[in-house]
């Protein structure tokens, strides 16, 4: 691992900041944790000396575009046609996951082939989802605009 830090379940799980995964009072009032300063080994579950600079890390597109369509479905009306197109188009994946918006980058392609799925949104969801298609295709793809709105 890049970062070397302790596998299993810790209480310090994350490479960028000390976000304590066990302090429970805490889990739904502080969103992030303070920045993690130095990565000393044996301290704060750190095995070893990181390969790559914490500041040098980069969250892969991928990661990037699945929190923005989870982020797109969670916006939606889950009354509206959207979502319900959706829920038809993809009658495999649970109320539970279709509600929190969690998808593969399989169906997130095929949704973006199908024209069938704009026509069904509301016109705010409707620039909500040509925006995320272009930001997929310009920015997060294989080929980047030099221009970039």
Same mark, same amino acid.
């Given at each position: =691992?890049?970062?070397? /830090?302790?596998?299993?379940?810790?209480?310090? +799980?994350?490479?960028?900041?000390? *976000?304590?995964?066990?302090?429970?009072?805490?889990r739904y009032v502080v969103k992030t944790g303070p920045k993690r300063m130095s990565l000393i080994p044996g301290?704060?579950?750190?095995?070893?000396?990181?390969?790559?600079?914490?500041?040098?890390?980069?969250?892969?597109?991928?990661?990037?575009? /699945?929190?923005? =369509? %989870?982020?797109?479905? %969670?916006?939606?009306?889950?009354?509206?046609?959207?979502?319900?197109?959706? $829920?038809?188009?993809?009658?495999?994946?649970?109320?539970?996951? =279709? %509600?929190?918006?969690? !998808?593969?980058?399989?169906?997130?392609?095929?949704? =973006?082939?199908?024209?069938? !799925?704009?026509?069904? /949104?509301?016109?705010?969801?409707?620039?909500? *989802?040509?925006?995320?298609?272009?930001? +997929?295709?310009? !920015?997060?793809?294989? $080929?980047? $605009?030099?221009? /970039?709105?």
């Amino acid at each position: =691992m890049l970062t070397e /830090l302790q596998g299993g379940y810790t209480k310090f +799980c994350c490479f960028l900041c000390k *976000w304590d995964s066990h302090a429970r009072e805490k889990r739904y009032v502080v969103k992030t944790g303070p920045k993690r300063m130095s990565l000393i080994p044996g301290v704060e579950n750190i095995k070893e000396e990181p390969l790559v600079q914490s500041e040098k890390n980069f969250l892969p597109p991928i990661h990037i575009n /699945l929190g923005l =369509m %989870k982020n797109l479905v %969670k916006a939606m009306n889950k009354d509206g046609g959207g979502f319900q197109y959706l $829920k038809t188009k993809f009658p495999r994946i649970s109320d539970a996951k =279709m %509600k929190e918006g969690i !998808f593969v980058g399989p169906q997130i392609r095929e949704l =973006m082939k199908d024209s069938n !799925f704009e026509s069904t /949104l509301n016109e705010a969801e409707q620039r909500a *989802w040509i925006a995320f298609v272009e930001v +997929c295709h310009n !920015f997060l793809g294989n $080929k980047k $605009k030099r221009e /970039l709105p």
